[in-house]
């Protein structure tokens, strides 16, 4: 009796670029269209594979979403650890991250903004794992923002990260390429905003 045949089992590389590639292209459609509106059947039409395949690699939408937040959140980290590396004056460095964050959340080619519209979307259970990612980046902002908080510049005391991102993270709602001010201008402008004398 002849046995069954098995589906070709695909290389561990070839599986790890797989994932990847669904977890860039969800982060597109769930940018372009929102996460509700977004179906699983989307994304793996968008990626070449038959609607069931993404399962192969997450257990559900909820958890690709999750996986695009935490990847989106570790790749802004590395860039936020560079810019720190750089060294400079509390000032050079509060400037250059400012500038780096705003590009990550307005560049229209980065899913980071997804943090910002889809937080709700999240259960419970995918939150906390959201939140751990968000924290080591957050860190690099605390530890550049204390100098500046001990010498006055930047009010908020404990809190100044939390007010530094809840007003650079608003500028997603109305900034536009179009209305005359690149991303660098707008940022420029965010610190003098931000940075007393």
Not at 83 to 109: K, M, N, Q, Y
């Amino acid at each position: 009796m002849a046995r069954p045949s098995r589906a070709p089992v695909a290389p561990p590389a070839e599986e790890g670029n797989r994932r990847a590639e669904l977890i860039r292209t969800a982060g597109r459609l769930f940018r372009e269209k929102g996460f509700d509106a977004t179906t699983i059947r989307d994304i793996a039409a968008a990626v070449g594979m038959r609607s069931g395949s993404p399962f192969y690699h997450f257990k559900s939408k909820q958890d690709l979403l999750k996986a695009v937040m935490i990847e989106g959140l570790d790749v802004a980290l590395v860039g936020m650890r560079a810019v720190a590396g750089r060294g400079g004056s509390p000032e050079e460095l509060f400037r250059d991250l400012v500038h780096a964050h705003l590009r990550l959340i307005l560049d229209p080619a980065n899913d980071f903004s997804i943090l910002l519209y889809e937080w709700r979307s999240l259960t419970e259970e995918s939150r906390a794992e959201v939140i751990a990612a968000k924290d080591r980046y957050e860190e690099v902002w605390r530890v550049a923002l204390e100098p500046l908080v001990e010498q006055g510049r930047i009010g908020g005391g404990r809190l100044a990260h939390l007010f530094v991102f809840g007003a650079l993270n608003w500028i997603v709602q109305w900034y536009h390429p179009e209305g005359g001010l690149s991303i660098d201008q707008v940022a420029g402008k965010a610190v003098d905003f931000l940075l007393r004398p």
